[in-house]
Nanobody
């Protein structure tokens, strides 16, 4: 059974930085993509960034150049470094994983992710 446990997040002023992490207890026998998805207040969930088993990464246009997704060497922890934060980055952030995905992680839609973290609020004030 896969468990994703998130930490980090919180509140920050605009142009500040926050870091997120997500511990993954899943079995890594299969190819694996992981990512971050967020849900702004009153809006649908949207992809933030993802990383493939090969290390290839994909970012939403809105966060390119400001956010960095990474994993530790053992691929048991997923990270999201968020810099130059804007009020529009305010959202509930989730980590997600998709075992067995061999395609580009940028193609994964919300329903394609199999496992989700508990979600953590990130609030950016102006």
């Amino acid at each position: 059974q896969v468990q994703l446990v998130e930490s980090g997040g919180g509140s920050v002023q605009a142009e500040g930085s926050l870091n997120r992490s997500c511990g993954d207890s899943g079995d890594r026998d299969n190819r694996y993509s992981m990512g971050w998805v967020r849900q702004p207040p009153g809006k649908e969930r949207e992809r933030v960034a993802c990383i493939e088993d090969s290390g290839a990464r994909d970012y939403a246009e809105s966060v390119k150049g400001r956010f960095t997704i990474s994993q530790d060497k053992a691929k048991t922890t997923l990270y999201l470094e968020m810099n130059s934060l804007k009020p529009e980055d305010t959202a509930l952030y989730y980590c997600a994983s998709r075992p067995g995905w061999a395609g580009a992680c940028g193609l994964l839609q919300e329903n394609d992710w199999h496992y989700w973290g508990q979600g953590t609020q990130v609030t950016v004030s102006s």
